[in-house]
């Protein structure tokens, strides 16, 4: 459905956004409807206050510049909540691109999949605290008050590299690695309504 745009100087647009929960009603249709409305008003990008909501959402399609910026083939991206996070002093930019796979039905959790342009040092497991989404059983980053919803609670961080690609040092060529999900995190995935998308 395409919705209506709301102007400039419109008061919704003067508003602080509020944040959303993966379980806000309708919000799947909403994202469905935002980007027939981009695409209507042939656009790349549209926010939620755009269309007279204020929350925390925006749709992004860059793909019709990627002739012009090859990076933009493919992207296609939906954000929830998102944060401009400055780099501190002397940091280094760090980038993790994810997508939720799956998210268990009390909202206690989700499986995410995650993608790493850097390779920082606990990269993964700050990020996904900075967006309020700790990994579970992460004892440093966590602290969720959510942790209190997961039984059992794990003895180690539900973090998996289940795929890797790397480029061999002497011949140069790719390699790729994979491995199954580790045994202690099966319980998590088999209480999501999808199965995790393992």
């Known amino acids: 459905m395409i919705l209506p745009v709301v102007a400039y100087g419109h008061p919704v647009l003067k508003k602080i956004a509020e944040e959303i929960t993966p379980d806000y009603p309708g919000l799947q249709q909403l994202i469905a409807d935002m980007f027939e409305t981009m695409y209507h008003t042939e656009g790349v990008g549209l926010a939620a206050p755009q269309i007279n909501k204020s929350i925390r959402l925006f749709v992004i399609d860059a793909e019709p510049f990627h002739e012009t910026y090859p990076e933009a083939k493919g992207f296609k991206k939906v954000f929830i909540n998102p944060e401009i996070v400055p780099v501190e002093k002397n940091g280094k930019v760090a980038i993790t691109n994810y997508r939720t796979l799956d998210c268990a039905a009390d909202a206690a959790y989700s499986a995410v999949e995650c993608r ?83």
């Open 116 to 198: 790493i342009e850097t390779g920082r040092t606990h990269q993964i497991r700050v990020h996904m605290a900075g967006l309020g989404c700790p990994v579970i059983g992460d004892r440093v980053y966590g602290k969720s008050p959510l942790d209190r919803k997961i039984s059992p609670f794990p003895a180690r961080q539900m973090l998996h590299a289940w795929r890797l690609s790397l480029r061999h040092p002497v011949s140069g060529g790719q390699i790729f690695l994979e491995a199954p999900v580790p045994d202690d995190m099966l319980p998590y995935f088999s209480a999501l309504p999808g199965d995790g998308g393992k």
